[in-house]
């Protein structure tokens, strides 16, 4: 990377670094165009956007609109790099009665939608329960959610490997399931880490 800005504009590049703070104390990579330095433009950027938020979502769309390749690529790339997963994971945790509450909301706004989800999991369970089924064992776990709930703790029984995902498989068997708080098991969904099991 090049060390002043004249050197970055002369070899076409975006950012230079001096080394140097900038008049605000960052010791951060500068932008070639104006000589700013990236923790100052985020600053600003937050800032304004504040201050201007129907006109940063206008510019956003609009931006998104005239560089849609570029924004289907840089949304792939982020999903593959599992920081998409993480900060997903960041955000329901900061707003669980939110993000319950939004489920709720599109559950009620789309009711059709959520029968056919409802009806296919459902399909999905008896197509999974294997000839040695054990009823009496997996009752146990919906029976222990139930007392939990009456006791104020709101708990769903979960498939550790999910009963319907494009890759694997799991059975509704006692050796599949186990009790996860409601919140917990919503954001879970029905991903599945092929390497890490979950």
Known sequence: MQSTRAKAKKAGDKHYFTGKECAHGHTEKRYACDGACMQCARKKASKQAMAN????????AKWRGENKEHE????EEYAASGMAAIANKRYAEK????????TREWRRNNPQKSY????????????AVPKWFDSESV????????????????????HVIPITHNLVCGLHTPDNLQLLPAF????????FNIEGGI
């Open 139 to 158: 009752k146990c776990f919906y029976t222990a959610a139930r007392m939990l709930r009456d006791m104020g703790f709101n708990y769903h029984v979960d």
């Open 116 to 127: 056919e989800t409802t009806m296919r999991r459902s399909k999905a369970r008896r197509l």
């Open 72 to 75: 289907k690529k840089y949304r």
């Open 95 to 102: 707003n669980k009665e939110k993000k319950l509450e939004a």
């Open 184 to 191: 917990d098991n919503l954001s879970k969904g029905n991903k």
């Open 53 to 60: 938020p129907e006109k940063r979502k206008a510019l956003l």
